[in-house]
């Protein structure tokens, strides 16, 4: 009786206000200009990515553009891509995924910087029936539940610093120890992104009986760790491993650099975006950095070649970066993807288009992208990679690739 | 006069009723301009009533958000499950289930809310001028950063909130109108409140606290009252405002002290504190500006918006509602008997 | 928790000697922001908002000048000058109305200037994480145990003779006695024939080339961004909320016992707790001293 009560409620109200609230036509196709909506960080904490993410789509686009554009129904159509800051804030990010929807009309969306924010639009984003295809949220957490119009091209993100668990156990058996006699020490930034880092450091840990002596949270404007450093100064852990975006990774290695850490394995995330082998070479000499793409990849496709091509073009766009960060790459994939489906939908039907990039199953210069049915990119490995001395990416295969210990040469 | 004031209140229920029917697109931030009403016309309880600055307030907001979702989750499900699993579980809501838990949840982060306001009252109250602002303003931080680090509600990670079971476009109007409904309940509460003798009394712990106490208002009691009123407010529309974002997280949802904790003060001195309407109207203005710049300034809307404080706080101080106070006296019914204002009863 | 207050104690006890180091260091650059606050707030009654911003800004500034390849131990003087200009211009736009204005006002217009500086750098220098690297040696300590950047040294020394400078000229020159003059009695000076709208802007200036002095420093030792200033300021609030106005030892002991606490309550609890510490601090003196003045109005009574 309850239940029926409750769906002939729900029933009237859909009903009255499906009369009332009958959507204005508004335009997600311009004349022959298509309008991707996208939120960015421009202001905030995540900033410094959003910034990186959001050159990343505008070279895609403009490239696509000159090509030609996107061929839908025998005509050729412009991308064009509709930003608003979201203020690094999932709650200003929530609000825009139902502006961009009702608001602009927008029916077809890239995704924002940062798992907190993608988790924070991709419900509504969902429930409108809109499909998103974002480069930048790599929370395992955004791949169970279910959603049907979430889609991302990167690795999820317990699979960032986990190898490098794997790679401490692999030397410890090579040194002839036991690898459950390995410590580890750890700094997470206390967002959702960093959390799923640690998380599967932990899952790794854990096969391997290992200890971890240091488990600290770094809160969000934490310009200091020098009472973490300290005290992995004090336990000498065999493993330091540091997430926390792009200033984590620039004050870790200011103050490993200024402490003279010596500890054998340093890992780390966006090494390249907070450029850390430019700013602190003798630090940084050796750390490990988990990357989802790197620029000598041999993947390629027609629109930009290979991943030498891209990173090539993109620096020549935008001539401030030295090392191109893999945000930026995968953002421009996430716009290879929404081109193919397009023109494989060959509609503008939300629908088709959303079965159009779950069939995705393309090569490009960021990787192989290939949908599981939860949404991830399960065709794309993540990439370790090492410092050298000169500061040079070198690529870790096997844990033979690996310098151990490390040489900081403070 | 009360004919007046009465058509002014069915124009305004008329026309908050009416919006979302005739600008559907519009709802949600119309939406969030009745929460920013709110937090406004609270904070002038304590702020412009009674002289008390809290540049705290926000922690009912987060504190309501965070009561609200653990009882929304316990209820059917192990809340630290829930949130230690990163989704690996899926919890389905029936709708009875989940309406029965957003109800539930928006009474408890109300009456918790409350419940921390009182407790907050003893050791804050003794505060006095900038001292009070600073501590809650501390308080407030520290808020969010505990929270964070409580794994049992999911630390930095945050918590995805049960999401509304029916369509999207019932979805925006429910939450609208609990929004709506929430701050024209505030409204007409603070309004009988600001009448009666609590009204009088909070007025004159404002004027001269220790006189107040002198003439035997238990001035603590008060105070703690009045406090509680806001905070039952902040804590409902935390626990609304979790349910509308859907995604919540300590630090940038539940505590952001230095926007919705900073915009609700600024709201209610552009509207002019200290009177029902200033910070209704300030809201409204605040509003608008903000989602105007935001729009079309894109990346340079916090700088019009720092311009935007500076200037009303700077050369418009008193703000609109004193503005047409002093203009059109006749019309509020003051009468002017020229005595020089007194203008260091704070100090 | 319980294995760090092992390791303080028990495995490696020289580690609390790295500690008091550092929370000594971020102390002394923690003091001279909140000096500067403790200026304006005792003369002017000003409470100034922005005080983390105008820190944060004194980097940048240090952080173009070394660009440019000026040392920012060189850039010091440049980057006051600078910050006192500016600081002069916000008195005559700004704070010369607000100071007028009950005590909330300036808290809150000091709040717009922090939002607008925050972006006019993000604007400007990008909100990219930057440092500058002094080319100044670490010394190793203890076999190895204890690490005593050169820079963190030369800070204090910078600190130190700031300070020492600064209280020699409250004490010797006319300018100074002027500003103490009108902290006292402001009603008094003027009568006296001090110009106290020029006191006000020297002294609202004086303390923006302070935060910048305080802004070289972070620069050198910890990192810049565009918003972390909101930090630098709260934690100058509960310094001198804490030690009280117009006493700079008492602003420069609690400035050290607050990095002292910061850095203790980090290793010990974790990191995640080292913001809190300040606010708890800040909130246990409110406390107390509120108890303390219950007390003395009961006897007036």
Same mark, same amino acid.
């Given at each position: ?11 009237? !109200? ?90 602009? /009309?927008?029916?077809?969306?890239? /995704? ?123 336990? %000498? ?41 430019? %700013?602190?070479?003798? !630090?940084?000499? /050796? ?19 290979? !991943? ?7 620096? %020549? ?49 960021? /990787? ?43 | ?35 920013? #009403? ?32 653990? #009882? ?79 794994? +049992? #509600? ?39 409140? +600001? ?26 009691? +008060? ?72 729009? +079309? ?16 706080? #700077? ?33 | ?39 304006? $707030? ?14 944060? &800004?004194? *980097? ?8 440019? *390849? ?17 600081? $002069? ?116 200036? &004086? ?14 030792? $910890? ?22 106005? *117009?006493? &700079? ?19 010990? &609890? ?32």
């Amino acid at each position: 009786m309850k239940s029926f009560s409750f769906k002939t409620i729900s029933a009237i !109200a859909t009903l009255s206000a499906s009369l009332a609230l009958s959507a204005p036509a508004l335009a997600k196709v311009e004349g022959d200009t298509i309008i991707l909506g996208a939120a960015i960080s421009l202001t905030g904490k995540y900033s410094t990515n959003g910034l990186h993410t959001q050159r990343g789509y505008d070279f895609a686009v403009d490239r696509i553009n000159d090509l030609g554009g996107v061929k839908v129904g025998g005509k050729s159509y412009k991308l064009s891509v509709k930003y608003y800051d979201d203020e690094s804030t999932p709650a200003r990010a929530a609000q825009l995924a139902e502006r961009l929807i009702q608001q602009d /009309g927008v029916e077809y969306m890239l /995704g924002p910087y940062g798992s907190g924010l993608t988790k924070a639009m991709a419900p509504v984003s969902e429930k409108f029936g809109v499909p998103m295809i974002e480069a930048e949220g790599a929370s395992r957490s955004l791949f169970t539940q279910g959603y049907k119009y979430l889609f991302a091209v990167l690795s999820t993100s317990e699979q960032y610093l986990a190898p490098v668990v794997e790679l401490a156990a692999a030397k410890a058996k090579a040194a002839g120890k036991e690898p459950s006699s390995v410590t580890i020490a750890m700094a997470f930034e206390n967002d959702p992104f960093s959390l799923d880092v640690r998380e599967g450091i932990v899952d790794t840990a854990k096969k391997y009986n290992m200890r971890i002596v240091i488990d600290d949270k770094l809160p969000a404007d934490l310009s200091d760790m020098s009472a973490t450093l300290t005290k992995v100064k004090a336990i %000498k852990p065999d493993v330091l491993i540091v997430s926390g975006h792009s200033k984590g990774a620039a004050t870790a290695a200011r103050q490993i650099d200024e402490m003279t850490l010596q500890v054998p394995i340093v890992g780390m995330t966006h090494c390249e975006a907070a450029k850390v082998q430019e %700013k602190f070479p003798a !630090a940084a000499n /050796g750390f490990l950095c988990a990357t989802q793409w790197v620029e000598s990849s041999p993947k390629k496709d027609k629109y930009f070649g290979n !991943a030498s091509d891209w990173n090539a073009g993109f620096k %020549k766009a935008y001539p401030e970066y030295t090392s191109v960060p893999y945000q930026s790459a995968q953002a421009s994939a996430a716009v290879l993807v929404w081109k193919e489906a397009f023109e494989a939908a060959n509609s503008f039907d939300k629908k088709q288009l959303r079965d159009a990039i779950a069939a995705t199953d393309m090569e490009t210069f960021y /990787g192989h992208i290939r949908f599981s049915e939860f949404g991830n990119n399960i065709a794309k490995p993540m990439f370790m990679r090492q410092i050298d001395g000169d500061g040079n990416y070198n690529a870790i295969i096997t844990p033979d690739d690996m310098v151990w210990p490390r040489k900081a040469q403070y | 006069m009360l004919g007046r004031r009465f058509l002014l209140y069915l124009l305004i229920l008329g026309a908050g009723l009416a919006a979302p029917w005739f600008y559907p697109q519009y709802i949600q931030q119309m939406a969030l301009l009745w929460i920013m #009403v709110l937090m406004a016309s609270t904070w002038d309880l304590l702020g412009g009533q009674m002289g008390y600055n809290s540049l705290g307030n926000i922690t009912f907001f987060g504190c309501g958000m965070y009561i609200s979702a653990v #009882v929304q989750i316990a209820m059917f499900y192990d809340v630290a499950a829930y949130t230690s699993a990163f989704g690996a579980i899926k919890p389905e809501f029936t709708d009875e289930q989940y309406f029965m838990g957003l109800f539930l949840g928006i009474l408890a982060a109300g009456f918790g809310a409350m419940l921390l306001s009182y407790l907050l009252g003893f050791i804050m109250f003794g505060l006095r001028g900038p001292y009070f602002a600073i501590g809650t303003l501390g308080i407030a931080t520290a808020a969010g950063q505990l929270m964070g680090t409580i794994d +049992y #509600v999911g630390g930095g990670s945050g918590i995805s909130m049960p999401f509304f079971p029916w369509a999207v476009e019932i979805r925006a109007l429910f939450f609208y109108g609990l929004c709506f409904f929430l701050a024209a309940v505030a409204h007409l509460l603070l309004r009988w409140i +600001y009448s009666t003798q609590f009204g009088l009394a909070i007025n004159a712990i404002r004027d001269d606290e220790d006189k107040a106490e002198a003439m035997g208002i238990p001035t603590l009691k +008060y105070k703690q009252i009045g406090w509680a009123i806001t905070a039952f407010f902040m804590g409902c529309i935390g626990a609304v405002f979790g349910n509308m974002v859907g995604f919540i997280e300590p630090v940038e949802v539940a505590f952001p002290v230095a926007t919705f904790g900073i915009f609700m003060v600024a709201m209610a001195l552009l509207g002019g504190k200290g009177t029902l309407w200033g910070p209704v109207i300030g809201a409204v203005l605040f509003h608008v500006i903000k989602e105007t710049t935001w729009t +079309y300034l894109l990346g340079w809307q916090w700088v019009a918006l720092g311009l935007i404080l500076i200037i009303n706080i #700077v050369y418009f101080q008193e703000g609109i509602m004193g503005w047409l106070q002093r203009k059109f006296p006749e019309f509020f019914g003051i009468t002017i008997d020229h005595a020089p204002p007194d203008k260091d009863a704070e100090q | 928790m319980l294995f760090n207050l092992q390791i303080l104690f028990d495995i490696a006890p020289i580690t609390n000697i790295q500690l008091i180091l550092d929370g000594i260091f971020i102390g002394a650059v923690l003091a001279l922001g909140a000096y500067g606050l403790a200026l304006v $707030w005792g003369v002017m009654n000003v409470k100034n908002l922005a005080q983390g911003d105008f820190i944060i &800004l004194g *980097g940048y500034i240090a952080f173009a000048l070394a660009r440019e *390849g000026v040392h920012p131990v060189m850039a010091l003087p440049i980057v006051m000058v600078l910050m006192a200009m500016l600081g $002069w211009m916000v008195y005559v736009f700004m704070i010369r109305r607000v100071i007028e204005q009950d005590m909330f006002t300036s808290l809150l217009a000091t709040f717009g200037l922090s939002l607008l500086l925050q972006q006019v750098m993000n604007l400007i220098f990008g909100p990219e994480v930057q440092v500058i690297d002094s080319h100044l040696p670490n010394y190793q300590l203890f076999n190895d145990s204890v690490t005593l950047p050169v820079v963190k040294l030369l800070s204090l020394g910078m600190v130190a003779v700031l300070a020492v400078l600064i209280v020699l000229f409250m004490r010797k020159s006319r300018m100074g006695q002027a500003i103490r003059a009108t902290a006292q009695d402001e009603r008094a000076a003027r009568v006296l024939g001090i110009n106290t709208d020029r006191i006000y802007a020297f002294t609202f200036a &004086l303390n923006a080339a302070i935060c910048g002095a305080a802004g070289v420093m972070v620069s050198m030792i $910890w990192v810049l961004q565009p918003f972390y200033g909101i930090s630098y300021s709260l934690r100058s609030f509960a310094i001198v909320t804490a030690a009280g106005l *117009g006493n &700079l030892p008492g602003v420069i002991s609690t400035g050290f016992g607050l990095g002292l606490i910061e850095q203790y309550t980090g290793f010990i &609890l974790g990191a995640e707790y080292q913001v809190a510490s300040a606010v708890v601090m800040l909130l246990l003196v409110l406390v107390y001293r509120q108890r303390r003045a219950k007390r003395k109005r009961q006897v007036v009574r």
